[in-house]
């Protein structure tokens, strides 16, 4: 087990989907790094980079100026690669030949995944940093990236509703959630919509149509549903238009897809805090000799969670919130 003076020098990647707070979380491992008197090694395109060896010694100013850029200045790809023995074999030997002592990797559960074999297997530290919009990770209340992107939905619900109430329309808003309702739910509440639909909940054509009937006889003449992408009530956000439509020919119904532009834009000020304590925490992890787990939020403390619980563990809607949705939105 290395300890601190045997650790010069740590790598860190960003892998996966890109999240706002993900280069507020590199400069914070690149900087308590150069504080530890460790050299920080940047390494592009994720996992791919470890397997075509794009390693980039770093310094204190190599981070100037990007805690408040979204996206990575380290880029981020999934890798084909890396899933098979031959590229982690590869992988590992750039990172023995460049002497490195450490890895951190930033990303989600299929990060973790990747950093939990390639350390079963070569016996290397690795440390994971959460950043994903979906919140959608165990072992953490907030994951990097997902205040910024609620607010950015909050924001874009915001601007649709106006048109809506000019228009009389019923929009249907589509946001990221392929397994988790977490971003529907929060800014659904936030952005008073009349329902929202989430994969943990499946509400039913029915039960929509009927919420949607009520909503019109206590005077509402516009509506907004928030759906998450991975909710099953239809086969898509368009068949749920249609449906809607054919039932209530009444309303004019629209939908609008935020898509990608969740992901983008500058970090919040939680993110950005977020960001700097979980990278801190997670170099001080691997110089007391931590390995295999995750730098979490938890009660508002950082703390540890083993690779298998953080990808094994299933994240739950807070049933406080359904209930605010429910009482609220009448």
Same mark, same amino acid.
């Given at each position: ?7 010069? =020098? ?60 979204? +996206? ?91 048109? @809506? ?24 509440? @936030?952005? +008073? ?26 005077? =509402? ?6 759906? @998450? ?51 801190? =925490? ?5 110089? @007391? ?19 298998? =619980? ?21």
């Amino acid at each position: 087990m290395l300890v601190k003076n045997e650790i010069k =020098k740590i790598g860190l990647l960003t892998s996966g989907g890109d999240a706002p707070g993900m280069n507020a979380a590199i400069r914070s491992v690149v900087r308590s790094c150069v504080f530890h008197n460790i050299v920080p090694v940047g390494i592009s395109k994720g996992y791919d980079g470890l397997i075509s060896a794009k390693m980039t010694e770093m310094n204190a100013r190599s981070v100037k100026g990007i805690i408040n850029k979204g +996206g990575t200045i380290l880029k981020t790809a999934r890798s084909k690669d890396f899933r098979t023995k031959e590229g982690r074999k590869k992988a590992f030997d750039n990172l023995k030949n460049n002497k490195l002592d450490g890895l951190i990797v930033i990303g989600g559960d299929g990060t973790f995944t990747g950093g939990l074999v390639f350390s079963n297997e070569f016996d290397f530290p690795v440390i994971g940093i959460p950043a994903t919009i979906d919140n959608d990770i165990y072992g953490t209340s907030h994951t990097i990236g997902f205040d910024s992107a609620i607010n950015t939905v909050m924001q874009s619900i915001d601007k649709i509703r106006d048109t @809506a109430s000019s228009h009389n329309r019923l929009f249907f808003i589509e946001v990221m959630g392929r397994d988790a309702g977490h971003i529907a739910l929060n800014t659904g509440i @936030a952005g +008073g919509a009349e329902e929202i639909l989430i994969p943990e909940e499946d509400l039913g054509l029915d039960r929509l149509i009927q919420s949607l009937k009520r909503s019109q006889k206590t005077g =509402k003449s516009s509506s907004i549903v928030v759906v @998450a992408e991975g909710d099953k009530t239809g086969d898509n956000v368009f068949q749920l238009k249609d449906y809607v439509e054919k039932h209530l020919p009444e309303y004019d119904a629209r939908v609008a897809v935020l898509g990608h532009m969740q992901r983008g834009g500058s970090p919040t000020c939680f993110d950005r805090v977020l960001a700097s304590r979980l990278g801190v =925490k997670a170099v001080e992890s691997i110089i @007391a000799g931590e390995n295999c787990s995750m730098v979490g939020l938890q009660n508002n403390k950082v703390l540890l969670t083993p690779f298998k =619980k953080a990808i094994k563990g299933i994240t739950e809607i807070n049933p406080e919130l359904l209930k605010v949705s429910d009482i609220i939105s009448i």
